[in-house]
């Protein structure tokens, strides 16, 4: 064993930089990384020995070989992105936290092939003369839809704070106070509403709202009737709320514009799948909605986005308002949405393409297979770790969309051994990739609805290797 030395004999005995420099070693990891990364790392590890010095390092601690070998994990750490891919297996479909829906194939490759080369973005390619990015989506929407005009933006809360801002900047916007929901992250539509300029009239209660209250409310200085799908909430009991076809015949009769907020905005009934009826965009159309705002990264299945349909008049002046240059998205979002409407073409086949709306639809019967798989697969490796079983749960839609809807699933319950559920989730996150479940009644629940048929080699790989087995 090294002997120990005083704080100021390891101060001089810190290797400098050119020496490690020189170092066996050092010029593969300058390779690697470039000699600045390389120096960088260096310097830090230095400072950090001089910081613990009072420690009385020994001559091990300070050799050039461990500063090197601490430089490259550094270096190595760095150089993950922090994006990581994971696996969810929550058991919720549209998760906000884990990057809502993954996209569909044609999307992806979409994604890639605008992402390596220049493209049309904004040019004809026959006229040469500059165009709208719009172009590229408005008229598919408008064809799946039934709307008359199109635009897109970032997401939906700017789809909204532009429609408002547009039509209402200076005046009133009247809104059922059943309908003034939380959108997440604590943002909220009396916010949203009153930083886009216009001023919030609420009418109604919290259960029941008629159409006579939005009839008293209108005034002067009114200019749109807003009217909010409450996509991610539900109340029940002694409830009443205007439907949209009602609010629209009364912006008719006072000659003002209707707005429908849909939230997930479905472009396919999901009633189809044994679920509670969403309204459709199609329905918001059918009903005269003036205009209509969504995500495209929901229900939809398809990335990022704030969708807005409506008469071509309204959606030309939302075009035309400055902040439509703040809110625009880029040519990512532009290739991976129209290729994702694209699929919505052939509504034979845009369940099994659109992973968001496979997910929703998979049988149970095949996710409990795919359970079994899993669980036979690990149970041995876990067997000191945990106690490994298959059960009957249920999964959630999620991303605000469809509340208290439960969709009948099958999960990988892990049992420990030892410790507690909580640090065998944290265990699991730890993974490569990080595996998230959830925990319920003092286990971890890994619910194969939501993890990906690509992954699930992955996921066994990541629970035979956890900590202990």
Known sequence: MSKRREPSDALRGLPSIDSLLRAPGAQALADRWGRAALVRALRTVIEDLRRGVGAAQNEQEIAPESVLSTAAAMLEKESEPS????INATGTI?????????????????????ARHPC????????????SRDAHVRDLLCELTGSAAATVVNNNAAAVSLAVNTLAQGKEVIVSRGQLVEIGGSFRMPDVIERSGARLVEVGTTNRTRLADYAA?????????????????????????????????LGKERSLPVMADLGSGALVDMSAFGLGREPTTQDAVRAGA??????????????????????QGLVGR?????LARALRVDKLTLAALEATLRLYRDPDTVRDKIPTLRMIARPVEDIEKAARAVAKAVEGALASIARVSVEQSVSYVGGGALPGEEIPTCVVA????????????ASLRGCKPPVFGRIHRGRVLLDMRTVQDSQASALEHALRTLPGA
């Open 318 to 322: 939302m075009k035309r308002n400055p």
């Open 414 to 425: 892990l049992e420990p051994a030892a410790g507690t559920a909580e640090q065998l989730a």
């Open 217 to 249: 409310a209108i005034g002067e200085h009114t200019a749109l009737l807003l009217w909010v799908h409450t996509s991610n909430y539900r109340i029940v009991g002694f409830t009443e709320q205007v439907e949209l076809d009602g609010l629209v015949a």
């Open 83 to 86: 994006l990581l891919e994971v």
């Open 290 to 311: 003036n205009v209509i705002t969504f995500s495209g990264d929901k229900l939809l299945g398809g990335p990022q986005a704030g969708i807005v349909l409506g008469d």
């Open 94 to 114: 549209v998760h906000t936290g884990l990057g809502r829906s993954p996209l569909a194939d044609d999307a992806i490759e979409a994604l890639e092939r605008v």
């Open 120 to 131: 049309a973005l904004e040019v004809g390619v026959q006229s040469g003369r500059r165009g």
